[in-house]
């Protein structure tokens, strides 16, 4: 079956660790995508990707670092410079082009404590 | 700029009940896409619908239907005889050029359908 995985599903760190989320896709899809779930506050990019070795920030990409080696996998590093970084974080991908709709993943609870 | 507004945080009905999530976009582009999504809670986003900025044509799927009216930059989603399993939160979203193409969501509305 087609579909995005990331892992895992909750993730419990110290502060000061950075950490790195993973994101897979099986659907040969281009573009690829991280948001930032918070209660309240709906979806904030983080980072995204069209094309492999190339990525762009998003609105709140401060605190986190990616990279896009391979077709399939955008992982997503939280590090010690994100000021807040308990959230919900969610992987998406996307045909490239101008008006697809996007595929998500199952998210990954992440709780600094 | 690119905005979405769903000004209903949470809604809350009995099983059986229409129930509309409210949807209005704000967009310079004469081309456009908007998205709704259901998230539940489970947590992964599911694709329900697009329609393009051209197409004003309401649509019906099941008991899921979509008004789409650029008079008032609005595209409201109204399930008809709400369940359970309606329970999640709700995302419509809009792509467009002035935003480079990357979906901006609105803060989604939580919908509680009770037994």
């Known amino acids: 079956d087609g579909g995005i995985t990331q892992s895992p599903k909750y993730l419990f760190r110290k502060e000061g660790q950075n950490v790195t989320l993973s994101c897979e896709q099986n659907?040969?899809?281009?573009?690829m995508y991280w948001y930032r779930q918070d209660p309240g506050q709906g979806l904030r990019l983080i980072y995204y990707?069209?094309?492999?070795?190339?990525?762009q920030k998003g609105d709140i990409a401060e605190g986190y670092s990616v990279s896009r080696e391979k077709k399939e996998s955008f992982p997503l590093t939280v590090t010690s410079a994100q000021k807040n970084p308990t959230a919900f974080y969610l992987c998406?991908?996307?045909?490239?082009?101008?008006?697809?709709?996007?595929?998500f993943g199952p998210g990954t609870r992440l709780t600094v404590t | 700029a690119q905005k979405v507004t769903q000004a209903q945080t949470e809604i809350s009905v009995v099983e059986k009940e229409d129930v509309t999530l409210d949807c209005v976009y704000e967009t310079r582009d004469t081309t456009y896409y908007l998205f709704w999504y259901k998230q539940p809670p489970s947590g992964e986003l599911v694709f329900l619908i697009r329609r393009n900025s051209f197409d004003e044509q309401n649509e019906i799927s099941g008991r899921y239907s979509w008004n789409f009216q650029k008079s008032t930059s609005s595209f409201n989603f109204t399930i008809t005889a709400s369940q359970v399993v309606d329970s999640a939160v709700y995302f419509c979203a809009l792509l467009a050029s002035g935003g480079s193409y990357i979906p901006t969501f609105g803060r989604g509305t939580s919908l509680i359908v009770h037994p």
């Open positions: 998406a991908s996307s045909t490239r082009g101008t008006y697809y709709e996007q595929y």
């Open positions: 659907l040969n899809h281009d573009a």
């Open positions: 990707s069209q094309i492999v070795n190339d990525f």
